[in-house]
């Protein structure tokens, strides 16, 4: 990847030269913060997704880091976030049964402003790291949504219905797949993008995510 040319390998919570990308140092400075729980969903009927992983709580030097990867033209630290995602052994071992890597999309002008899906980044070394295939593209933003922050629960939820496609529903018949998006709040998005999953038949949804605000 060319980002991993251009930027050399710091640990994304001081800055400090390390090739582990995440110092142990800061490990445990973001212990603290730490959720570390598979969800199972299930027998929830209004979640199309079968379990949620979540990793961290959305508040100070996490929520801090994830605003500057997403608008402060960080995009190096996709390498520290696959890093904290990945280094428990129960959510690798957990993954590592999936067949597929999916991200929630942008709308296209939104990504040709940032210059790149800050999930799809992620999502990619995730991919790389695990064995799996990553499935670019194929799930794809077709509306133009207001911004979520902005929006109440139930306004959510009306504002991404219909707003993602899959280009390709056939790559996802029967597949278990993990559906990765940088913040989980309502869960309108990631909900919307596992029914449209679970139209084209996927087997099994797994939505994995950095942090739980």
Known sequence: MLLDLIYPPVCGICDKINKKNLCKKCELKIKKYEINK????????????????????????????I???????????????EKMILKTKKTYSFLKKYDIILYVP???????????????????????????TLEKNNL??????????????????????????????????????ILFDDIYTTGSTVNECSKVLKKAGAAEIVILTIAVD
């Open 140 to 177: 794809a933003k077709v509306i133009n949504t207001k911004k979520q922050s902005t929006l109440t629960k139930s306004e959510r939820e009306k504002n991404v219905k219909n707003a993602f496609k899959l280009k390709n529903p056939e790559k996802i018949k029967d597949k278990k797949i």
């Open 106 to 132: 942008m709308f296209k002008k939104h990504k040709l402003i940032r210059g790149y899906n800050q999930s799809e980044l992620i999502a990619r070394k995730i991919s790389d790291t695990l064995g799996i």
């Open 38 to 65: 598979i969800e199972d969903c299930r027998k929830d009927k209004l979640k199309y997704f079968d379990y949620h992983i979540k990793i961290f709580r959305y508040e100070n030097i996490i929520r801090d880091k």
């Open 67 to 81: 605003i500057d990867y997403k608008f402060n033209e960080k995009a190096y630290l996709y390498k520290t976030f």
